[in-house]
């Protein structure tokens, strides 16, 4: 098997915003449905600050690996790296043994920023409206990603805004 690849997986509003005092700034629940489809038996890398926001506690069927300078977390399904290239080299590790071919970047701010230039493709919640925050993505620079994919969606019963769907390919370098 190859090296497993590198997705962001991220929903961000049209001004950027990602995360409002330590939470998302929204609810979206077609967007859950569709993170956890996604990401469902492939490892997860996240920062210490969204491991806390999703509850403190692993999301089921996916290997987490926390990136944090702080303790160990230490928990089943959970382990901590000090930096995000080893987080990453980990992730891929796990992928491979789980034969899963995508390991996926899932925020916050700190870690999207520090993981966009070693990302293979992005998949992007965006959500259809300006939004108050303290926490953004970084700006996608159309001469690196391609758009590859995208679908419209009106707000369900339970999502706060209609979102837009979309995935990006990092262009093949020149
Ligand atoms: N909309 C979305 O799709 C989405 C997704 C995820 C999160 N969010 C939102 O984003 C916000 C959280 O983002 P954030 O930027 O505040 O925090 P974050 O990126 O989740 O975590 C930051 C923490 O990660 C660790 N860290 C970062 N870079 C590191 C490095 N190079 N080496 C070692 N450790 C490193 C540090 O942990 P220590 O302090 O422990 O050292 C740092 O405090 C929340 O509002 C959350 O709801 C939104």
Redesign the pocket.
Known sequence: MTEARIII????AENGV???????PWKLSTDLKRFKALTMGKPLV??????E?VGGKPLPGRPHVI????PKIDMPGVET????QAALERAKVIAHASGVDEVCI???????R?ALPLCDELHV?HVEAVID???VFPAIDPALFELVEEAAFPAGEKDSYPTRYAVYRRRAAA
Request: proline content about 0%.
């Open positions: 997986v991220v929903a961000m990602i995360g409002r005092d330590g939470d998302m996240m920062g210490r600050k969204t491991f926001a990136v944090s300078r702080g790296q000090a930096s995000l899932a925020g916050g701010g700190e870690i999207y520090q919640t925050g303290d926490t």
